[in-house]
Nanobody, 114 residues
Framework: QVHLVESGGGLVQPGGSLRLSCLVS????????MGWYRQTPEKQREVVAA???????SYRDFVKGRFTISRDVVKNMVFLQMDNLKPEDTAVYYC????????WGQGTQVTVSS
């Protein structure tokens, strides 16, 4: 079972950028898909971006062109570069395997507000 620690969130103005990081205990080499999820009090946790073990990426339409997911198998880390942030991107962001493992990190809060 993996242990996940997210970081990099914060308060940013609309149009700004943040880079989220996820440190994964244990090797991610053999994990097929890693993803970033987000959750708000109004919505269930949802996947926003995914990256395969071969480096193929996929995105939900509402972040496509603004977010970029990447993974570093040497450092066992997964990243989410978020550009042109919008107020509706405000959420707690988590990383996890896809499908999600039963173990979630604490998440990192992203707040987009002027």
């Amino acid at each position: 079972q993996v242990h996940l620690v997210e970081s990099g969130g914060g308060l940013v103005q609309p149009g700004g950028s943040l880079r989220l990081s996820c440190l994964v205990s244990g090797s991610i080499v053999n994990i097929n898909h890693m993803g970033w999820y987000r959750q708000t009090p109004e919505k269930q946790r949802e996947v926003v971006a995914a990256v395969s073990s071969e480096g193929r990426t996929s995105y939900r339409d509402f972040v496509k062109g603004r977010f970029t997911i990447s993974r570093d198998v040497v450092k066992n880390m997964v990243f989410l570069q978020m550009d042109n942030l919008k107020p509706e991107d405000t959420a707690v962001y988590y990383c996890n395997t896809i499908p999600a493992s039963g173990s979630w990190g604490q998440g990192t809060q992203v707040t987009v507000s002027s």
